[in-house]
């Protein structure tokens, strides 16, 4: 399922900013919709209720790669003829995947810049995905310089962060953020090829305020050591994938019960999230729940009230998105956004839609 290239050892490591439950892009971070969410089947009291699974709130190390090239944008590019050209304004669109240059499949920028490289001034068929549809997109390239030649396209093939784990089956598979990683610059929900977790380290958190959301600050090494597990879903209720490092990642595994959303009530609750070396449940308030299921992974309104989470970190901050939700006993969902304008509150997601999409 994970392909070698997946392995390769990154020679840097990066100090990666958290995206969670108020960052753009993985996490969107709002007070209001994030607009039309394709709505999931409910799971029944009887399909939620009773599911034991291990309880997370570790954070994790995430990176992602698309399927196919995703395309941010289009832009000018200056002739060798000293002319302004935009080959590829209103035929390819953010959003869409760039899947094969002249019937030949890329699986990265590394492919389709080779590809371009190799151009000859010809027009140039782009496989492209859209949602749904695929089809051939003919393009005039641009000669910029003396038999070079570019297409004026802006893409990204992978995506990298931090983020929470909410559980683990019985069949060691995880569910994580509870939201969707979607790309920071369309907006789009990102489809993946595939993906890997790895161990992080937390350096450092940034108290939140209302209008400014806080964050941690971890360092990821990319290298097969800290490999934990691997990413094969990422929907509007999540990421899921398989933790293979098991004791590593659930060094303290605490078999939990879930709750299906007609268990649970307004009032006291916890969350479950790692802060200052130290992973804890903190005193929260179920301020609302939404049964309707028109936005999947705000189905609950929370606040936080614990007075040590409070000052440490202002309330929900980015890289708690997941952080599980527990209430009399039982997991009732994961955290997903923040408010913007009051960083005590956010969303939760149901923990019965990530379990519909765990697989």
């Known amino acids: ?27 969107h971070a709002q007070t209001g919709s994030e607009g039309n969410l394709a709505q999931q089947a409910e799971a029944s009291t009887s399909a939620s209720s009773g599911n034991t699974v291990l309880l997370g709130g570790m954070p994790v190390g995430i990176y992602m790669e698309t399927d196919g090239v995703m395309v941010l944008n289009t ?54 995905r859209r949602g749904e549809e695929t089809m051939d997109i003919k393009i005039d390239p641009v000669e910029y310089a003396p038999d070079e030649y570019r297409l004026g396209i802006w893409v990204r ?75 094969d879903k990422n929907t509007e209720a999540g990421i899921y994938g398989s933790i293979e490092r098991i004791d590593e990642l659930f060094e303290e595994q605490i078999p939990i019960e879930t709750a299906a959303k007609e268990e649970i009530v307004t009032g ?40 040590e989470l409070l000052e440490k970190t202002g309330g929900i901050i980015q890289g708690m998105s997941g952080s599980p939700i527990i209430q009399n006993g039982k997991l009732i969902g994961a955290v997903t956004h923040v408010f913007v304008q009051d960083s005590t509150m956010g969303y939760g997601i149901f923990i019965e839609n990530m379990l519909n999409q765990v697989g």
Not at 1 to 16: A, D, G, N, P, W
Not at 207 to 224: D, L, Q, T
Not at 288 to 300: A, F, P, Q
């Open 1 to 27: 399922m994970v392909e070698s290239r997946k392995y390769r050892t990154f020679l840097f490591t990066l100090l990666i900013l958290a995206l969670l439950a108020g960052a753009a892009g993985w996490s």
């Open 75 to 128: 832009e000018q590019i200056q002739g060798i003829d000293g002319g302004e050209y935009e080959p590829a304004a209103n035929l390819v669109r953010s959003g869409d995947y760039i899947t094969a240059v002249d019937h030949q499949e890329i699986s990265g920028k590394k492919d389709l810049l080779e590809a371009v490289g190799e151009l000859s001034g010809d027009k140039v068929v782009l496989t492209v």
């Open 157 to 231: 093939d992978n995506v990298q962060g931090l983020g929470t784990v909410t559980f683990l089956t019985d069949k060691s598979r995880f569910g994580a953020l509870g939201h969707g990683i979607h790309d920071t610059d369309t907006n789009v929900l990102m489809t993946i090829s595939d993906g890997t977790v790895y161990r992080t380290s937390i350096q450092d958190i940034i108290r939140g305020a209302n209008g400014s959301p806080g964050s941690m600050e971890g360092i990821i090494v990319y290298n097969n050591y800290n490999i934990l597990g691997t990413i």
């Open 268 to 307: 006291p609750a916890t969350i479950r999230c790692y802060i200052d070396n130290e992973l804890k449940e903190y005193e929260i308030q179920v301020t609302d729940i939404d049964m309707s299921g028109s936005e999947i992974n705000k189905g609950l309104v929370i606040q936080v009230t614990d007075p």
